[in-house]
């Protein structure tokens, strides 16, 4: 190809390199020069221009992009029509992207004239989307290197093909232990059921069995006998060792485990297994989430009925650092905290009271004292230590029903903006070796030294528990105790919103702590709530 600038006399025939745009003139670059163009040029005063010229033996962009582009596609896959040198591939059928990575690598390397662009290998793709492009840089290539890139193409035909989903029944077994809330199965089922979609799989058998080897190996007879294609079991507690109780059972059925672990985080706690010529996967606990994660990886493939040896989930480490997450060990610069956690309370205490039509309720007397006191004298008798109070609408009343109290008092200015506003005083105002904060509301009276000690009791860094809750009849309530970790999160709530969706949020590294009583439902929001309470506490 002939690459230069010429006179305009002299471009006829010539392929424009730029775009020109001089007064009324637009000349698009790839405008192949003729005599209107030449005409137009001269009109406007341009002396010359840079055109291309293929020379014999050369193949236009257009057509070298295609020919390589019908050569690379497989089954499932289909190419647009060349334009501007490009010409891209699409899915037919939803799937899983299969590429022939070494053979892409050698196209690439024939001519830096030819490009071959293509998605992450399996991604799973739905009809119509975009997978690959084959891109030639020049406006033309030698006729040898459009025939080596085609060349080399079908030598390792496809080098690109979408996999269609082909397994469509799938057994979900969750295995139980005592703590294990119901709401987090039916989440998990809810959460695995929208993973499956988009394959077009269904859930067609489920069960819910003890954490044990003999009630395991019953259910996977029964799912197994009932049609599933795929099993996926997700147990209360992650598999430890190749002898924990899911490969076992897996083994009394006469199934093979073919590969446990994997070196993607989070999902480093999969199994892999046969069981009777069906692949089973022993879920790792961040499958439990909708994120994205290594489950996905290996469950999609699955699904497209492709194999998954053990060399394709080891050879899954670089790039398998997926997302930091709060349960994952943080560097530290001292020792390991001990068991005897350092744990500060924050009252919030600068709310306006609005559904009471007028009163501030923190300043309410129950039993002769103010509900917010209330509040503190029960963090000050827990372990808690120490007791931060947030003060905003009548700060100065409300401070001064906390007199002689060993509380520190925290002003928030902007209370008016929101619940948001006050916790993010209430956490900045924790010491820096606080492991973390437990979060009372001032308003819940009930709320006493007992049961914050439940709280922090629960509160164990090393085995992940790092948000406590308390949980009565499968209701969460307050206060929440958070560990340091969060304090990000909880610093950058705006508005009128409280913490809730964090737990919602990482899931995984909260704990329940089963409570008795009222106490941690139970707020005082209306005049009517505030009476029924005096009356049920004093009696009256």
Request: net charge negative; with cysteine; proline share 7%.
């Amino acid at each position: 190809m002939k690459f230069g600038a010429v006179p305009i006399a002299e471009a006829e025939g010539g392929v424009a390199v730029h775009s020109i745009r001089q007064a009324s003139l637009v000349l698009k670059k790839g405008t192949v020069i003729g005599p209107s163009e030449i005409k137009a040029l001269e009109a406007a005063g341009i002396p010359e221009i840079v055109v291309a010229r293929l020379e014999p033996g050369d193949v236009s962009e257009d057509i070298a992009a295609g020919d390589i582009a019908a050569a690379v596609a497989g089954e499932g896959v289909r190419v647009d029509r060349a334009f501007t040198g490009r010409a891209n591939l699409f899915s037919e059928v939803p799937g899983v992207l299969v590429v022939n990575k070494a053979a892409i690598d050698a196209l690439n390397l024939i001519d830096e004239a030819v490009t071959f662009a293509t998605l992450p290998a399996f991604k799973p793709v739905v009809a119509g989307e975009m997978l690959a492009t084959v891109k030639i840089i020049p406006f033309s290539v030698a006729g040898a290197v459009r025939d080596a890139a085609v060349s080399v193409a079908r030598a390792a035909a496809p080098l690109v093909k979408v996999a269609p989903y082909r397994i469509r029944k799938v057994g979900v077994i969750s295995t139980m232990l005592p703590g294990l809330a119901t709401k987090v199965v039916e989440k998990t089922m809810k959460v695995t059921a929208e993973r499956l979609a988009p394959a077009g799989a269904v859930i067609v058998a489920e069960r819910r069995i003890p954490h044990d080897k003999d009630a395991l190996v019953q259910a996977l007879e029964e799912v197994l006998r009932e049609g599933s294609e795929l099993v996926i079991v997700f147990g209360a507690s992650a598999i430890a060792d190749r002898r924990d109780v899911i490969p076992a059972a897996v083994e009394a059925i006469g199934g093979r485990v073919e590969h446990f672990g994997m070196p993607v985080d989070p999902g480093n706690l999969l199994l892999l297994a046969d069981a009777r010529g069906r692949p089973l996967l022993g879920a790792p606990g961040c499958a439990r989430s909708p994120k994205e994660n290594g489950f996905d990886w290996v469950l999609m493939r699955l699904l497209a009925g492709l194999e998954v040896p053990r060399e394709a989930i080891t050879g899954l480490g670089v790039g398998g650092l997926l997302m930091e997450i709060v349960t994952r060990p943080q560097p530290r610069d001292e020792p390991v905290v001990p068991a005897d956690h350092h744990i500060a309370a924050v009252v919030l205490a600068a709310g306006r009271s609005t559904r009471m039509g007028g009163p501030n309720k923190l300043l309410a007397e129950i039993g002769g004292k103010p509900l917010v006191r209330i509040a503190a004298e029960q963090a000050l008798a827990s372990r808690a230590s120490p007791v931060i109070v947030v003060t905003g609408h009548q700060n100065e009343r409300v401070s001064a029903a906390l007199a002689d109290l060993p509380v520190k008092v925290v002003h928030n200015p902007d209370f008016a903006s929101g619940l948001g506003g006050s916790l993010k005083a209430g956490i900045a105002a924790v010491p820096p070796d606080a492991d973390g904060a437990v979060v009372c509301l001032g308003d819940m009276p009930q709320v006493d030294a007992a049961l914050i000690n439940q709280l922090i009791a629960g509160f164990d860094p090393e085995k992940g528990a790092l948000a406590v809750v308390p949980v009565l009849g499968g209701r969460r309530g307050n206060p929440v105790l958070w560990s340091r970790r969060f304090f990000p999160d909880l610093m950058a709530i705006e508005g009128d919103v409280g913490a809730r969706h964090l737990i919602g949020r990482y899931n995984e590294a909260v704990v329940e702590v089963p409570v008795t009583g009222k106490a941690a439902l139970i707020d005082v929001d209306t005049p009517e709530a505030l009476r029924g309470l005096k009356a049920e506490l004093e009696g009256g």
